[in-house]
């Protein structure tokens, strides 16, 4: 008798939906959020925190038309939905679509990277900042685009903008329901009111207020109501329960141009090249580099006339990211140096790490042919030279002829009036010598090598040969060599991308092991593994075949410049962890 009953109504509310419903609005928009707090369910009629999803449509910018079908991102397995509304965008509902019931044939998808909290409730907020960081990610985005089967460059070329709708997974009236804000809405008025009633928290709160925009676009107008409050539904259905995103103002983050990038935390060389006239120890020059008010001076320095010398100053750089200017100048004689200002990024490569993988993660889109690896700059081999001025003598003779008078002697005659003396030398010699200049030439080298092996602790890896879903661990050596190690700095830092994210996006900035000139570089201990290693985890979904890791060795810098190397390594993919699982029925006596 019950499922007669919930069968009737499920006829019933089918019936009502058929009815079409045309709303229309205009203005602009991006994403907000609001909402939070949860009211009291029923054993009919409730919603469980996290059992959400996000609707994804493709909208031309030019016209705001649909150009894809719908498609239902969850991190959930809803396979149980009896009662949803097929994959209608709000733009479609706006344009004159009208509600449809369905029965059972829930389709959705599961991304590789799961999506973060889109609906708050009492227990937390949904974090504004991970929803847009997730929904602007290339990779998510290149994901949505093999979903909606349209080529990457082509969705994010400026022509193209996503349309969210944040979705709940509901039981209502006894029936698990999916809708959108827009669809709650539209429900709301053809029973009459009773979902407001029944669940007024989450479809007339949490669920529209879950993202709303920051500034109008494809017709429709940014929320300025109230974002803790319950909603009307035309306002659910005119301004609520959606989010744009636009690829030609979020594809590439603003970047200060710079003479220098170097990494927070780190022992670095600046360096210029001073010229004009000759500086000798008689006629020195001084070179002061002013750096986050602190002033470095190097003195005595030479070089011959019509030369110049390479003065560097050896620094390190703060621990914060932030955009700062050097001054440097040159005193004595008329030196002058090649720039005398110097602008520098300090960037911090440790706030990317991969998100935490899972074990039913998928990622249909991924194309293995797509993952190349980067070729970064690379300089293994520095040299620079250092002028010695050393004097070379050349001793003269410079006369100083005086007479020295002498007294009358014996032998003069009488009344002699003629001067009695004689010429003495009083010279000395002079060194008329000048300044030589030697120039010393310095070099330094850096050479490493890379080993990417599978993890001790997947149980069926053999040798170079490991399942996806396990671990892999990273041992990198480096060696700098240096003439002058007073002017190189050990090599600092090694940062490693991976295929499944195409090399770019996530990042494990490696910790150094061993510090020194003979350096070792490792994964950092990862939260995510049981034992706390230091490992990373192929994603479960990974294909057989090699799987390579791409490391970029940085920061041994000499007054020459940086040196750095292109590294890689790989393991073979044979089969998944899930081929290890075998599930026996229990014996039983």
């Excluded at 259905?237 to 983050?253: D, H, K, M, Q, S």
């Excluded at 100048?329 to 720039?339: C, D, F, I, P």
Aim: charged content about 20%; proline content about 4%.
């Amino acid at each position: 008798m019950k499922l007669l009953k919930q069968v009737v109504l499920l006829l019933a509310i089918m019936l009502a939906m058929a009815m079409p419903v045309s709303v229309y609005a205009a203005g602009e928009g991006n994403i907000d959020n609001g909402g939070g707090g949860m009211g009291a369910g029923t054993g009919t009629n409730f919603w469980s925190s996290h059992d959400e999803g996000v609707r994804v449509t493709v909208i031309r910018a030019s016209d705001g038309a649909v150009a894809s079908a719908s498609i239902d991102l969850t991190n959930k397995h809803p396979t149980d939905i009896r009662v949803h509304f097929g994959k209608v965008s709000k733009t479609s509902y706006r344009n004159g679509a009208g509600l449809s019931a369905r029965m059972g044939g829930y389709t959705f998808y599961n991304p590789a990277q799961s999506l973060p909290q889109i609906i708050s409730t009492s227990r937390g907020g949904a974090n504004l900042a991970a929803i847009k960081q997730y929904f602007t990610d290339e990779q998510v985005i290149r994901a949505i685009a093999g979903y909606v089967g349209m080529d990457f460059q082509t969705l994010t070329n400026g022509e193209y903008k996503l349309l969210l709708e944040p979705i709940a997974y509901v039981t209502f009236e006894g029936v698990r329901t999916a809708f959108t804000a827009t669809e709650a809405a539209k429900y709301n008025q053809l029973r009459g009111g009773l979902l407001r009633k029944k669940m007024p928290s989450l479809s007339h709160k949490n669920l529209p207020l879950a993202m709303f925009l920051e500034t109008s676009d494809l017709g429709y107008p940014a929320w300025s109501g109230s974002k803790t409050e319950k909603a009307n539904d035309e306002d659910i259905i005119r301004a609520l329960g959606l989010g744009i995103v636009r690829f030609n103002e979020v594809v590439t983050p603003e970047v200060i141009e710079a003479d220098y990038e170097y990494r927070v935390d780190t022992d670095v060389i600046t360096a210029v090249t001073v010229s004009g006239g000759q500086s000798d120890p008689d006629n020195s020059v001084t070179v002061t580099f002013s750096i986050l008010g602190r002033s470095y001076k190097v003195e005595n320095v030479y070089y011959p006339e019509d030369g110049q010398q390479l003065v560097w100053v050896k620094w390190h750089t703060p621990s914060t990211e932030q955009h700062i200017t050097i001054s440097v100048t040159a005193s004595g004689g008329s030196a002058s140096v090649s720039r005398g200002t110097i602008t520098a990024n300090i960037v911090d490569l440790d706030d990317n790490p991969p998100p935490n993988p899972v074990a039913d993660d998928r990622n249909d889109s991924y194309r293995k042919e797509n993952a190349v690896m980067p070729v970064n700059p690379e300089k293994t081999q520095a040299a620079w030279s250092v002028w010695k001025a050393k004097w070379k003598e050349k001793w003269v003779w410079h006369s100083d002829w005086n007479w020295e008078s002498e007294d009358h002697s014996a032998s003069c005659e009488a009344g002699c009036t003629q001067s009695h003396g004689y010429w003495q030398d009083y010279g000395e010699y002079v060194d008329e010598g000048w300044w030589e200049f030697e120039e010393k030439h310095y070099s330094a080298s850096l050479t490493a090598d890379m080993h990417l092996v599978t993890d001790e602790k997947a149980p069926t890896a053999d040798g170079m040969v490991t399942k996806s879903g396990y671990g892999v661990n990273v041992s990198l050596s480096a060696r700098a060599s240096s003439s002058q190690t007073s002017a190189t700095t050990a090599p600092q830092t090694a940062v490693s991308y991976f295929p499944e994210f195409y090399y770019e996006t996530y990042w494990r900035l490696l910790e150094r092991t061993r510090n020194g000139y003979s350096a070792v570089f490792e994964f950092k201990n990862n939260e995510y593994s049981t034992y706390y290693r230091r490992t990373h985890f192929t994603p479960v979904w990974m294909p057989d075949g090699e799987y390579r890791v791409y490391t970029y060795l940085l920061d041994c810098w000499t007054p020459d410049g940086m040196l750095s190397m292109n590294l890689s390594d790989a393991v073979q993919i044979s089969g998944s962890l899930w081929d290890d699982w075998h599930i026996a029925p229990q014996n039983v006596r």
